[in-house]
């Protein structure tokens, strides 16, 4: 009888606005070898495909090639699991529907798992973070957008297209600031990282009142946060109006869900107090009453590019094994 040969590698990919960051993964979980591109430097899908799939290629062939690589996970904002395809991203250069799995499949000879960023990053906190033993939990992805996903008993919810939790593009505030997604009043418009430089934006032309904020050569999320840390009141209150409308959203997606915990990741989650503080506050305000007191606000612990290359991994494993190397 021929001996069947267990394949103990897969390949993790990681998408985002800024880079795309690729590593060959263990079935331990050990990052064996990792790279990244840039990934505005590729404005036509194609040629970004073409890149990535021939640097994975080169970096599995020095790596124990292919005989030992089962299957590649992927995460990129607006992707569908269902699908396996990447639709009308927001904040990505490739427009329109984008069959990413079955590109990559085509190059590169492997199965390829596809799914969004926040649900990546929620199954990452779930096997390697501190949702590790939860049943119930939501996690929320702050950066450029603002993803989530939630488990309920142990299993993570997709929705009927893949889509569920676009915590971000729910409506707080009718009207009100335009998102990137087209609509008016979204919460990532105000929790976002563009979001959070209009309010900053908007109470420096309210207020003549000194503000180190007045002197940053780029305002960003992170450098009014450094403001914050220097006690800059303007830019705390930035970010108490950031918490406010953050705690709010997360009180009524609480509301529904009745987590045991929400987990914040990505780098606006780095602001610590500043944005941690009131947002609690504002949950506490305006969560159904029964669970005041009772749903655990904490950060991610896991560097955040780790966590979802290492979720994409994990996601890699439950893919249907298929090889053009076998």
Known sequence: MEEFKIKTRVIGIDISNERTTYALVDIRGNILAEEFLVTSDYPNVNDFVEVLSEKIIMMVEANGGYESVRSIGVSAPSASSVSGAIENAANLPWKGVVPLAVMLRERIGLAVGLSNDAHISALGEYTFGCAHGMNNFIVISLGVGTGSCFFSESHEHRGHDGYAGEFGHTCLVPEGRLCGCGHRGCLEAYVGAKGIVTTAEELMRESDSPSLMRDLEKLSPRTIAGCCDQGDEMAIEVYRRTGYMLGLGLANYASIVNPEAIILTGGISHAGKWLLDPA????????????????????????????????ASALAWSVPEYSLFK
């Open 280 to 311: 609690y506050e504002s949950f506490e305000e305006h969560v159904f009453g029964n669970m005041r007191g009772k749903v655990k606000l904490l950060t991610s612990k896991l560097d955040d590019r780790e966590r979802d290359v290492l979720g």
